[in-house]
């Protein structure tokens, strides 16, 4: 069980940190006094105004830039009475670390939640950790490359609570996790899968759970909770006698 825990808790930890590169997706919270540069550019631009809306579109290969993260898509709309941005059309969002695609994406401005749906694909790129106290630590996996899917990706960039659902899946390496809803409070550094969890290692090895799995993932208070797991181990085997000769019998035996 030791062995596939370990494994849990190293997908578990790229999870996390997958998720939380969601917040790329909102706006940060700023102090008034600052300002920061976007520039946006596409084809086609149009506002429509009126006593119950203020409407802006841009259609046609638009780009938005922010520092190092760059946006692309064909269709972007920001409507300023009630504060919903909307992107659609080959959507993706790069940074040094992190690219996101997916159908659409929102940002509900006033409410300080971010959403990208319709085959969202995530691939985190973490920079390696230079000196590492401890290379086999779950911190120390944060640092490996992880790619995740899902239907849909939500980030409270307020409450700092990232969540994931729908056909969700991770892949670092040769290890996977399958499940319908993962949600990670970025605070106090929990994870809690929900719907039938499946964890499968490098070595074959598994580990499931139709029930609620837990994880801490705090620096040196690691810790993981399942409900009903079930878990597929290989052990290694190894003969008594010596090189597995039967010893030959002497006279009178």
Same mark, same amino acid.
Request: hydrophobic share 35%.
């Given at each position: 069980?030791?062995?596939?825990?370990?494994?849990?808790?190293?997908?578990?930890?790229?999870?996390?940190?997958?998720?939380?590169?969601?917040?790329?997706?909102?706006?940060?919270?700023?102090?008034?006094?600052?300002?920061?540069?976007?520039?946006?550019?596409?084809?086609?631009?149009?506002?429509?105004?009126?006593?119950?809306?203020?409407?802006?579109?841009?259609?046609?290969?638009?780009?938005?830039?922010?520092?190092?993260?760059?946006?692309?898509?064909?269709?972007?709309?920001?409507?300023?009475?009630?504060?919903?941005?909307?992107?659609?059309?080959?959507?993706?969002?790069?940074?040094?670390?992190?690219?996101?695609?997916?159908?659409?994406?929102?940002?509900?401005?006033?409410?300080?939640?971010?959403?990208?749906?319709?085959?969202?694909?995530?691939?985190? =790129?973490?920079?390696?950790?230079?000196?590492?106290?401890?290379?086999?630590?779950?911190?120390?996996?944060?640092?490996?490359?992880?790619?995740?899917?899902?239907?849909?990706?939500?980030?409270?960039?307020?409450?700092?609570?990232?969540?994931?659902?729908?056909?969700?899946?991770?892949?670092?390496?040769?290890?996977?996790?399958?499940?319908?809803?993962?949600?990670?409070?970025?605070?106090?550094?929990?994870?809690?899968?929900?719907?039938?969890?499946?964890?499968?290692?490098?070595?074959?090895?598994?580990?499931?759970?139709?029930?609620?799995?837990?994880?801490?993932? =705090?620096?040196?208070?690691?810790?993981?909770?399942?409900?009903?797991?079930?878990?597929?181990? =290989?052990?290694?085997?190894?003969?008594?006698?010596?090189?597995?000769?039967?010893?030959?019998?002497?006279?009178?035996?």
């Amino acid at each position: 069980m030791r062995i596939v825990a370990a494994g849990s808790i190293r997908i578990a930890v790229v999870l996390c940190t997958a998720l939380a590169m969601a917040v790329a997706l909102g706006a940060q919270e700023k102090k008034p006094a600052e300002k920061e540069e976007v520039t946006i550019s596409g084809d086609h631009w149009k506002w429509r105004g009126g006593e119950n809306q203020s409407i802006y579109t841009i259609t046609g290969n638009v780009v938005v830039k922010h520092l190092d993260t760059t946006l692309t898509a064909d269709r972007a709309e920001y409507d300023e009475k009630t504060r919903v941005v909307t992107a659609e059309g080959n959507l993706k969002m790069v940074d040094p670390e992190t690219e996101i695609s997916g159908a659409k994406a929102t940002a509900y401005l006033n409410d300080r939640k971010s959403v990208i749906e319709g085959d969202v694909k995530l691939i985190a =790129k973490p920079k390696p950790e230079e000196n590492p106290k401890n290379p086999e630590s779950p911190r120390s996996k944060l640092r490996e490359p992880a790619t995740v899917t899902c239907d849909r990706m939500e980030y409270l960039y307020r409450k700092k609570i990232a969540t994931a659902e729908g056909n969700l899946k991770v892949t670092q390496k040769t290890r996977t996790l399958v499940g319908s809803k993962a949600v990670y409070d970025v605070n106090q550094e929990l994870l809690t899968l929900t719907g039938g969890v499946r964890v499968t290692d490098e070595e074959g090895q598994t580990f499931t759970s139709p029930g609620t799995v837990k994880a801490s993932l =705090k620096e040196g208070a690691e810790w993981i909770e399942a409900e009903n797991g079930s878990a597929t181990l =290989k052990v290694n085997v190894e003969e008594e006698t010596g090189g597995g000769k039967t010893p030959e019998k002497g006279p009178g035996q």
